[in-house]
């Protein structure tokens, strides 16, 4: 699959870059590409020239709001990043005109995170544009939840949270959602690495996009994973796993490679790949939610075989009930099985109602706040109402 990446704001904009990065490992293992453009936009330029694997010239680092705020931002202010976005929308539109290789493109994905002002306020409205401007593409968000400590010391991150993430629902074809908090969770040192946090959510794409691009006869499995398949899978509400498993060396008493022990070490191996791909998935959420899942089984050509596919396919259906279930395997020479998961059309997601519910109180709070403001100024205007004025 071949994706146009748009990152919008600091946050969008870096994560962006790192699949940029992903497009340049696949150009040089794989002889493949899987991102025909990457794109950042923000309304601030230091952020911008931080980039490394993006195009460094002003069509793929978009600069929008410059008269606005000057290239520093828009200070976590998402109304005023939506309304910047409306006006600078046509420069993004006109960047993505200049893809080289655009009629190969399957899809767009635009990135944002979304406690903050630029990416959190242009995500729903440039995915408008571009759903409007390219009608036959499917428009996809990725957006990434705020770390708890964040949500703890400002309210703003909540509510412009569930601004996003409301808005985005209604314009995105399937929105993956992301959590900060779940990659400190694995590892606390990572709160202050956002790099290597930005590496992680990418990871999982990367098998993904490749399977169905692969054109090396001895790569492809008996069933490739298309785009076909993803754009069927990515619907409303989605999240990505991905787990991975050491093949060792087998000892095996009796000497032989196919006896009933090594398949049954093999499937044992894609189990685990496929817990450890649920238990991390990039969002905590109810696998019994979901309307339509896929699974992605990579693993040497010599490991692979239809009881490991089946079983894993068992496996995923008994903690998905109701979902569509796609599949694939992708043939790579490494010692390792990989299982890429999606779970996507999730009928309800925990996080999403307590950011709804969490900022429909605060919405409350600051129409109150608001309120007595303007009684206590009215009050006072009326105390001064006979002082004479000087403007
Ligand atoms: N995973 C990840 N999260 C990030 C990164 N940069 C910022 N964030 C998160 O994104 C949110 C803040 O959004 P930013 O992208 O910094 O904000 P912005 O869109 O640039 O908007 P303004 O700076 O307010 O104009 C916070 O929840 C951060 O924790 C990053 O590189 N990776
Ligand atoms: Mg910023």
New binding site residues.
Partial sequence: MKLVVIG????????ADEFARLNKRARAHRGMEIITGAFAV???SA?LSGLQNIGADYQHRILIGGRK?SGH??????EL?AEIAREDADKVVDAIRGVKHFFETDAFLLV?????????G?IPILTQHVKERYGDKPVYNLI????QH?EETEER?IYNSAVCIKSADSVADAIIL?D?QR?VRKDFSLKNN??K??AL?VEPFYDLLCAGEEKKARHIGAKVLDAGDIIQTWVGWTVIGYGSSRLGRIRLPFGGSRNFRKKSTETHKGIQAMDEALSELSLKCNPADAGRALYLLSAPAREMNMDLVKELGDYLKELTPDAIIRNGDYHRERTVVDVTVMLSELNDVAKVRHYYNESTKFIHEVKQKQEQTESKLKAIEEVGKDIPSLV
Avoid: M, W
Avoid at 112 to 120: D, E, I, N, Q
């Fill in positions: 919008l704001g600091q946050c969008g904009g870096r994560v923000n309304t601030d952020d705020t931002g828009v200070g976590k202010i998402n990043g944002a995170g979304a406690a903050g002002g630029t990416g959190s242009a990434v939840l705020p770390f964040e991150t992301v900060n990659y956002l790099d946090i930005n959510i």
